[in-house]
Nanobody, 120 residues
Framework: QVQLVESGGGLVQPGGSLRLSCAAS????????MGWYRQAPGKQRELVAT???????NYADSVKGRFTLSRDNAKNTAYLQMNSLIPEDTAVYYC??????????????WGQGTQVTVSS
């Protein structure tokens, strides 16, 4: 079974930083993309950042210059470094991985979500 383990959420003051981690494991042939989405209260889930297997990153305009998505291919892990956090960043953050299973099937899987709260 493919499993995603998220960590790093918490409560932080405006201007502070957090680093989210997402590790994928179990029956993975290759990673197609890894990324983060978030869902704020009363809003739809939205893309935050993604990184492709070739290393190309894509960021939402609202986080450009503040968030950095990186990856560790050896560990099948993605990291989201979040700096200069603002209250609007408050949301549940979900890791997303699109991968090929060992049997060759494409699989889209989500982490359990981690709460990020930016407040004074």
């Amino acid at each position: 079974q493919v499993q995603l383990v998220e960590s790093g959420g918490g409560l932080v003051q405006p201007g502070g930083s957090l680093r989210l981690s997402c590790a994928a494991s179990g029956g993975i042939r290759s990673i197609i993309s890894m990324g983060w989405y978030r869902q704020a209260p009363g809003k739809q889930r939205e893309l935050v950042a993604t990184v492709s297997s070739s290393g190309v990153t894509n960021y939402a305009d609202s986080v450009k210059g503040r968030f950095t998505l990186s990856r560790d291919n050896a560990k099948n892990t993605a990291y989201l470094q979040m700096n200069s956090l603002i209250p609007e960043d408050t949301a549940v953050y979900y890791c997303n991985v699109i991968l090929l299973r060992v049997e060759g099937l494409r699989y889209n899987t989500w982490g359990q979500g981690t709460q990020v709260t930016v407040s004074s």
